[in-house]
């Protein structure tokens, strides 16, 4: 493998990723290859942080008719089940790993303190953040720009299943535009969907890079780490 372009890094999966081609729930074949790549990762000496969403179990938006705080609660909620199958993943590999939750629930997890998260990551143990940030109305995609900016990663991998962003959905208008690099006042003035407002100027304040690319080939993970060119480059 080379030598890793990043030293610290947020990698943001979401978590339909992890339901692979059964849309719901964690394949457990997928899991295994995510783990792995992150392993080989590790290996190169890179410190990894991981926020994992939840969508392959709940999503917010689509709690029709409830209460949204009820219905974001609930969706923290299934990212800690991801995070704890995740944990599970690369453990079995033989990489220590601690999960980390915004809200407390001691007999599982550990809650997010931020110099802790940091010593971890010292020590070389992959960290991942559960349950958001701990609040409603806020996404996963807010909870890596956060926690990015808190433990001084130097870059955000946004993990997606599409291998960057276009100027509309490529599921839709086959004659949608790919860029190649993006300006923060770009996503935001063009309402781009590769995340919401609040994590976009979040980003754009703290200066964090963000690579928005596929996760249908795990491959891409290693690609990115090194510094090849593909997906999205978002920077100032």
Known sequence: MQTPKYKRVMLKISGEALAG????????EVLSVISDKI?????????????????????????????????????MLATVINSLALQDAIEAKGVPTRVQTAIEMRQIAEPYIRRRAIRHLEKKRIVIF?????????????????????????????????????DCDPAKNPNA?????????????????????????????????????????????IKVINGENIGTFIKS
């Not at 029709?64 to 974001?72: C, E, L, S």
């Not at 407002?197 to 491959?219: G, H, K, Q, W, Y």
């Open 21 to 28: 081609e059964n849309k719901s729930g964690i394949n457990t």
């Open 39 to 75: 392993v080989q990762i590790h290996q190169t000496g890179v410190e990894i942080a991981v926020v994992v969403g939840g969508g392959n179990f709940w999503r917010g938006r689509s709690g029709k008719g409830m209460d949204r705080t009820t219905a974001d609660h609930m969706g």
């Open 130 to 166: 559960a349950c958001g940030t701990g609040n409603p109305y806020f996404s996963t995609d807010t909870t890596a720009a956060l926690r990015a900016a808190e433990i001084d990663a130097e870059v955000i991998l946004k993990a997606t299943k599409v291998d960057g962003v276009y």
């Open 177 to 221: 535009k790919k860029y190649d690099t993006l300006s923060y006042i770009d996503v935001l003035n063009k309402g781009l969907g590769v995340m919401d407002s609040t994590a976009a100027s979040l980003c754009m304040d703290n200066r964090i890079p963000i690579i928005v690319f596929s996760l249908d080939n795990p491959e891409n993970i």
